[in-house]
């Protein structure tokens, strides 16, 4: 157990001078645990919520400083009729109060629509959805500075009898003046899951099932909309591996972004090896080009968005990468220039679901499970200026092996090495100097991954024993 500490300080240590730093562990308790959605800054704190946990284990809405200081549970949600459940998305700001939603729970178990002040005070529910009706709002709130518009994810307006695939719908900051503006029947869309954006005129969004395929065999669609209900268009209808179809991608699940010209995008399952891609789409619905095909070693399965610095696009997926735990990437909008910035594990957070929050140099986000506590999750930083270079020499050999190994670096020295199998677990910890000889012979026939912790970042290799 003292040696394991020991191990554990070390791996603290160098996280908080790495590119990569965990600033705050979930705990589960009155903390909240497990993430699924995206942060919002106001500058001086991060707000969030998590899935679950909290005071009656239905989630939470949070405050921490940046660097994971100050942190304050606003809110935990309570269920049915006293309350919402299951808040995800991120929460957005009118200057004044701070909106968001639940996707379960209410007085009708349809979920709930919810302001609150950044002190925590003043919450509010403003509308409870209705199970037979318009149902399980997704994603995050679009305010444009009048109404709040937002998508459910189930409803017909007339109980489950017509169509039942989900809502757009717009509704006034005080609760007042709720309208459906589109029912969405299938063959133009199933079941949003995203937020939608605004170019001024329309309304863009996606849905993650539906298309020529009405239900849950259907790949999803890409829409835009006015602001008043009228004039929707389907821009794009992903087909995914369908024989003979396009490999354009299957259920997009997070939001689009628009750089002006185009919009970008992000697909869950389909391209070229069925584990998701990157696409664009001219506004009109036409040119649409897939950018970037995900195939687990560069990540698989994205279900947040990507955000855009000007030059490059970054994301994360949520399996995938060395670990199958997920990244975080950026690539250029063409597809061009993909770096893996990140590989996730579950002794620093793994398995994120939602989007990236930029602010200056600094990237933040969040993770579903993972950390130090009872695998709830964390919010971590990922800081894109500080030097990466690899250390001068990382060399494992023999490598194949039979577990018995040297591990060879030109950098400083007493720095952590940790071993983890293919389901992210840690094997092995060793703290190493510049050249250490390492005797894992112990354990089983199988392919591993070694993770140098140092100062510069967290660099990893393949290990494979052989017998």
Known sequence: MKKMLIFLSVLSYLHANAQFSKIFDFAGDSIGKQPYGSLYSDGTFLYGMTSSGGAYNWGTIFKVKPDGTGYVNLHSFAYQTIDGQTPQGSLISDGTFLYGVAQN??????????????????????????????????GTLLYDGTSLYGLSTGGSGSGYGNYDRGTVFKINPDGSGYTNLHYFAGSDGSYPRGSLISDGTYLYGTTFYGGSSPDWSGCGTAFKIKSDGSGFVELAEFDGLHIGATRNGCQPAGDLIFDGKFLYGMTRSGGTSSEGNIFKISTDG??????????????????????SDGTYLYGMTSGGGLLDSGIVFKVKPDGTAFSDLHDFSRAAGFFP?????????????????????CDSGIVFKYCLTK?????????????????????????????????????????FSQVINVTTSIDAGNLEKGVYIVSLITEKGVFNKRLVIAR
């Open 105 to 138: 729970g209410g007085a009708f178990l349809g979920g709930v629509l919810f302001k609150i002040m950044p002190d925590g005070t003043g919450f509010t529910i403003l509308y409870q959805f209705h199970f037979n009706q318009e149902m399980f709002p997704a």
């Open 286 to 307: 036409s040119g649409y080009q897939d950018v970037f095909d995900f195939n687990r070693s560069n990540g698989r399965f994205p279900s947040g968005s990507l955000i």
């Open 353 to 373: 679901y939602g989007s990236l929050l930029k602010n200056g140099d600094t990237l933040y986000g969040m993770t579903f499970a993972g950390g130090a506590i």
């Open 387 to 427: 030097d990466v270079a690899q250390p001068t020499t990382f060399k494992l050999y023999p490598n194949p092996g039979n577990g018995i190994f040297t591990l060879q670096t030109t950098d400083q020295a007493n720095q952590l090495m940790l071993l983890y199998d293919v389901i992210g677990r840690i094997v």
